[in-house]
């Protein structure tokens, strides 16, 4: 079993900026993706960002230029700069890795339990 930690939240003015970090416990011996999902009130959980295990990133169009994802592999975390955030950013964020376990095959994945993210106009 996997387990996600995220922090780094908080609440940031328009044009502030933060780092989510969340690092992964529990059985792993490989992870193939990991990523950034946010949902805001009464919205659908919609994709931030991604990277691999190779260092591939893909971002949402809105995020593109504002939001940076980066993984430590050795510390089976990944990390989320965002900067010059907006009202419209406000959302419960939520991680989500891809790992493989000692003596399995199969990369399943994990969420974090979500972390709030306000930004004030």
């Known amino acids: 079993q996997v387990q996600l930690v995220e922090s780094g939240g908080g609440l940031v003015q328009a044009g502030g900026s933060l780092r989510l970090s969340c690092a992964a416990s529990?059985?792993?011996?490989?992870?193939?993706?990991m990523g950034w999902y946010r949902q805001a009130p009464g919205k659908q959980r919609e994709l931030v960002a991604t990277?691999?295990?190779?260092?591939?990133?893909n971002y949402a169009d809105s995020m593109k230029g504002r939001f940076t994802i980066s993984g430590d592999n050795a510390k089976n975390t990944v990390y989320l700069q965002m900067n010059s955030l907006k009202p419209e950013d406000t959302a419960v964020y939520y991680c989500?890795?891809?790992?493989?376990?000692?003596?399995?095959?199969?990369?399943?994945?994990?969420w974090g339990q979500g972390i709030q993210v306000t930004v004030s106009s």
């Open positions: 989500n890795m891809y790992t493989m376990a000692y003596g399995d095959f199969r990369y399943l994945p994990s």
């Open positions: 529990g059985s792993i011996f490989r992870i193939n993706v």
């Open positions: 990277i691999t295990n190779g260092g591939s990133t």
